[in-house]
């Protein structure tokens, strides 16, 4: 608070001095009584300060030297027709100059496009690292996990007085989960409940999982008002910082919850952002803290705000030959896409379990849906690395994948969100989650990004991963590679089979003698169907880890497969 009040007091006598005629002459040579100058003075300061403190409280806008730059012009035009003689017209010099410094800053993004590419500039890669096939990846969509918390709100005391807030995906004692905080719904129900009872946390890779609420008060929430205002409260601690994205709620291993919200610098004028640190402040307590990306503490996992890597995409995207090839020639020009589910990016975590927001980038051409490349941006640090794919390949983006799944499900209008492209036994893939009309989780698809006719589908990441790993020997689309897997081969005898019909083809699970279990699809190896106890097999697979071994080729004895 004290800052804001400094701050607009230094705004309010500067505009003192450019409105009251500091000569006391005044047009038309009359002249100010050395009373009416003290008067008009105090009240120009004071009405000045007043406004200045009103508007940014209420706004909750920074107060960065820059924006006084927008109210300039009209505070010396109001001197001007203020003041008279000599002091007039360098009053008019000062107006001419503060026109040239708006027009500078109205037209900065024309200016800086080279400044704002440099700033979001990406370490090129071809393609991401294997996914490790033992992980389960964290699939659960948002929507499906905000509607089992929205039914699971009778946890809640109270609950008349409160709903769900936004969701965040992070990870809290090794497993990553979305947590949502409980927020006022509305002014009168703040002013009775006074603080939220706490937050509601579910597994994100888990679908059956079921939401949590953890009794935890909080203070300083965004739905709260006047000094207990997140937002507000932020910014009266500081006035001066430039913010970008919306606050998110973070909760350590300990259950404790606290806001952040990313802070940084403009590229130039108050155009741009450059993400360089957070605010953390606990949200029962209000204790605030301004910390750099560098000693950001482990706990947070999305330090930087997907606004601003959404943001920073943008800029990689667009400005890669500068502002005017972004309109008119679009050389190189690619567009991030706005399939993600937080500001048009996807938080996902690596094996390590970092967490990184995910986009991919398409033409600008309509009705292309070829993937130009994708980029993965680390989330507490903001560094970025730009994937290319293959580029002997066309990988399909993320809007033609969801295509697939919508042709795929038309006749249940069944639809794919939140699609994710990983690196799969080798192959470039997109992972969706598919709900129903009605918001429920009905299946998990995998599809090629560069054969989109291998696709699968399964009730959970796990099962639709042990189809896909039979279906990329199919026919001519073979794909060889199962990420860090290498290939066996194995002969023996099959002590028990289990057979799952799944869509058009069978799923044949079968255990050796020697323990080892493998898994197969008619859709690859057609005559696996005819697979019994008691045959004697000879199986090259991939040696993943797994329980489940996937199988590449098999060869019953005494059945002759087709082919050999």
Same mark, same amino acid.
């Given at each position: ?15 003192? =001095?450019?409105?009251?005629? =500091?000569?006391?002459?005044?047009? *038309? ?5 050395? *009373? ?9 300061? =004071? ?12 706004? &909750? ?11 300039? !012009? ?17 009053? @008019? ?8 410094? /708006? ?12 400044? &704002? ?13 294997? %996914? ?17 918390? *929205? ?12 709903? /769900? ?17 409980? #927020? ?26 079921? !939401? ?30 430039? %913010? ?41 307590? @209000?204790?605030? &803290? ?45 567009? !991030? ?72 499900? =038309? ?21 969706? !989650? ?18 989109? #006719? ?33 290939? &066996?081969?194995? *002969? ?7 057979? #799952? ?55 019953? #004895?005494?059945?002759?497969?087709? @082919?050999?």
């Amino acid at each position: 608070m004290t800052q804001l009040l400094i701050t607009t007091l230094i705004f309010s006598i500067i505009t003192t =001095i450019l409105i009251v005629p =500091i000569t006391r002459r005044l047009p *038309k040579e009359a002249t100010l009584s050395f *009373k009416q100058f003290l008067q008009s003075l105090l009240f120009v300061f =004071i009405g000045s300060w007043i406004i200045y403190f009103l508007f940014v409280y209420l706004t &909750k806008i920074d107060v960065h030297w820059t924006i006084f730059i927008y109210a300039l !012009p009209v505070i010396l035009l109001m001197g001007i027709l203020a003041s008279g003689g000599a002091e007039r017209n360098i009053k @008019g010099i000062l107006f001419l100059a503060s026109l040239i410094g /708006l027009i500078y800053m109205l037209t900065a993004p024309i200016f800086n496009a080279d400044e &704002k590419y440099e700033s979001a500039k990406m370490e090129q890669k071809v393609e991401i690292e294997p %996914f490790d096939e033992t992980k389960t990846p964290a699939s659960v969509p948002p929507h499906f996990a905000e509607n089992k918390m *929205k039914k699971a709100f009778g946890q809640v005391p109270n609950t008349s007085y409160y709903e /769900l807030g936004n969701l965040q995906i992070q990870k809290v004692n090794g497993e990553f989960v979305y947590i949502a905080p409980v #927020e006022f719904s509305g002014f009168f129900k703040w002013l009775n409940g006074d603080t939220t009872p706490g937050y509601f946390k579910m597994s994100a890779t888990d679908s059956n999982d079921n !939401p949590v609420f953890v009794a935890k008060e909080m203070v300083y929430v965004p739905s709260a008002f006047f000094n207990k205002n997140l937002e507000r409260h932020i910014r009266l601690q500081y006035p001066t910082l430039i %913010f970008y994205g919306e606050p998110q709620l973070e909760v350590d291993d300990d259950g404790t919850p606290y806001y952040i919200r990313s802070y940084g610098e403009f590229i130039s004028a108050r155009n741009g952002f450059d993400v360089k640190g957070i605010v953390m402040v606990d949200a029962y307590s @209000g204790e605030t &803290k301004k910390i750099p990306l560098e000693e950001v503490p482990k706990f947070i996992d999305g330090a930087v705000s997907p606004e601003a890597v959404s943001l920073q995409n943008s800029y990689f995207g667009k400005y890669v030959h500068g502002f005017w090839n972004s309109l008119f020639g679009k050389k190189d020009v690619k567009l !991030p896409s706005d399939e993600g589910t937080e500001a048009n990016v996807s938080p996902v975590f690596n094996q390590d379990g970092e967490m990184y927001y995910f986009t991919d980038f398409t033409s600008p051409k309509e009705g292309v849906d070829s993937m130009l490349g994708y980029s993965l941006t680390h989330a507490r640090t903001g560094e970025a690395v730009y994937y290319t794919g293959n580029l002997e390949e066309s990988y399909m983006d993320s809007q033609g994948a969801l295509a697939i799944i919508e042709k795929k499900f =038309i006749e249940k209008e069944w639809q794919g969100v939140m699609p994710i492209l990983y690196n799969f036994y080798g192959e470039a893939s997109w992972l969706a !989650p598919v709900l129903d009309s009605n918001g429920f989780l009905q299946n998990y698809f995998i599809v090629s990004a560069a054969n989109p #006719e291998i696709s699968v589908y399964g009730s959970t990441p796990s099962e639709a991963l042990r189809q896909y790993k039979t279906a990329l020997t199919r026919g001519a689309s073979t794909v060889e590679g199962s990420s860090n897997a290498e290939q &066996k081969t194995i *002969k023996g005898n099959v002590l028990r089979v289990y057979k #799952e019909r799944v869509g058009d083809y069978t799923i044949v699970s079968f255990l050796l003698h020697n323990g080892q279990n493998f898994v197969v699809s008619s859709q690859n190896e057609p005559l696996s169907i005819y697979l019994k106890e008691g045959d004697e097999v000879v199986i090259r697979y991939f040696e993943t880890g797994e329980m489940f071994l996937p199988v590449k080729e098999l060869k019953i #004895e005494g059945v002759v497969n087709i @082919g050999q």
